[in-house]
Each structure stands twice: as C-alpha cells, then as structure tokens.
C-alpha cells in the first residue's frame, strides 16, 4: 500500500489555519481601536504600544489584542503540524515560547515612562523582549526547512524576509533604550521607540499571516498526476 497524499488528512489543518487567521485580524482590529482611541490623536512614533495602556481604551484592549494574538500563533503551530510541515522542534518551540510571552506580557503591565521600575514592569519588558527575539528565530529555522521540501519551498522567501525585518526591528527597538548622554541616531533616541516597536510588531503579524496561508495552499488537494492535462475526449455524432 502506498503513502497516502499528506494533503488529504490537512482537513483539521486548513481548520486551524482559518482560526489562527480570523485570531489575527480581530488581534489587529482591537489593535487598531487602541491606536484610535487615543485622547491627543494616533502617534505611531512616540509611545510604544504597551504604553496605550495608560489611555482609557487601551487600558482594557492591549492585553485582549496579545491575548488573541497568542491563540493564533497557537492555532497556526497545530495547523502546521496537522499538515506534516517541515517545522522541527526547535522551530515549534520557538513559536511556543513566543506565544507564552504574548500573555505574560498582557498579565503583567508596564509602569508609565519615568516612573521607577517594579518587578512587573520589568517582567513585562523581558518576557516581550523574549517573545519579539523567538518569533522570527523560528521563522528563519522554518524558511531554512522549507527550502528543502517542495509544498514549502514557495513560503521560504517570504518567512525569510519577514523574520529579518523583525529582527532588525527588534534591535532598532532595544537600541533606543540604551542610555546616553546625547542620541546617536536611533541609539538613545527614546522618541522612536513607538515607531520601532510597531514594525517588528508588524512583521510578526506578516510572518503568522504567511504561515497560516502557507497551511491552505500545502493542503489544497492535488489532482491525481494520470489526470494532469488530459482533456475529455470530442464524441463524434
């Protein structure tokens, strides 16, 4: 007996994919509102996104928007797995830890900005650091495994360049908290913290959103090969 087509068991699969996605945009719709909501108008480049804390809609959407955030991300790992994706450990795991992180980052809040550190403050701070460095790690293991199988290897490109703009997003971030006497470009610069937040954020949400479409086009079923460009045959009268 033969191997059976992996595509045909992805059922569950393309259901999870479809969660994880519908987690994502209601993640990026409360988002959004929170941005919305702000009492002085939208400032993307200023306040970090965890800061919309201390507005009166944020302080009751940032945590639900990582929350959802986190679901998907754990939607998307089973999703992959159900269809046989090339993931590894490692890169489920790094997927794992971010999502963790998502909710420790949403139980435990920021203090507002000059205000002394407590424990929770820097819990928060950690765990989202953590998180923002997992993701894309996982990403780049996946793109590097993708390559190599081909239902995958058109994903690889896109995980790949998703993964590095959060990376590089993520270190222009840390880059403006590091303290010193006079800004140097992004170094010290703690006004950008806002904007520098947001696009590895963005990028994280590109890379789920890759993935979770990368699980429906793997298990769309394939047509058998002895059925490849044959046409009906013309009946004579």
């Known amino acids: ?9 992805c059922r569950l699969a393309r259901l999870l994919a479809g969660a994880g996605s519908l987690w994502i945009a209601c993640a990026v719709a409360i988002a959004v509102a929170s941005e919305l909501g702000r009492p002085s108008g939208i400032d993307l480049i200023h306040p970090t996104f965890s800061e919309l804390i201390f507005t009166t809609p944020g302080a009751h959407l940032v945590g639900i928007s990582m929350v959802m955030l986190s679901f998907a991300s754990i939607c998307i790992i089973f999703a992959l797995i159900d269809c046989q994706a090339p993931t590894g450990r490692l890169g489920r795991t790094l997927i794992g830890v971010w999502s963790v992180a998502l909710v420790v980052a949403a139980i435990f809040p920021p203090t507002p900005v000059g205000t002394p550190p407590v424990w929770y403050d820097t819990l928060h701070r950690y765990a989202a650091l953590v998180g923002f460095v997992c993701l894309p790690l996982a990403g ?4 590097r495994r993708f390559r190599t199988h081909a239902r995958w290897r058109s994903t690889a490109t896109v ?4 993964s590095t703009a959060s990376l590089l997003g993520i270190a222009a971030f840390v880059s403006t ?13 703690r ?14 949400i590109a890379l789920l959103a890759t993935l979770a479409a990368a699980v ?20 004579t009268g």
């Open 1 to 9: 007996m033969g191997n059976a087509d992996p595509t045909s068991s």
């Open 140 to 143: 780049i293991r996946l793109a």
């Open 177 to 189: 908290f590091v303290p010193t006497g006079q800004p140097v470009w992004l170094i010290g610069a």
């Open 159 to 162: 995980v790949r360049a998703c």
């Open 216 to 235: 429906f086009s793997a298990s769309r079923p394939r047509q058998p090969a002895s059925m490849r460009g044959c046409t009906p045959r013309a009946t």
């Open 191 to 204: 006004q950008y913290s806002g904007i520098t937040e947001r696009l590895p954020l963005a990028s994280n």
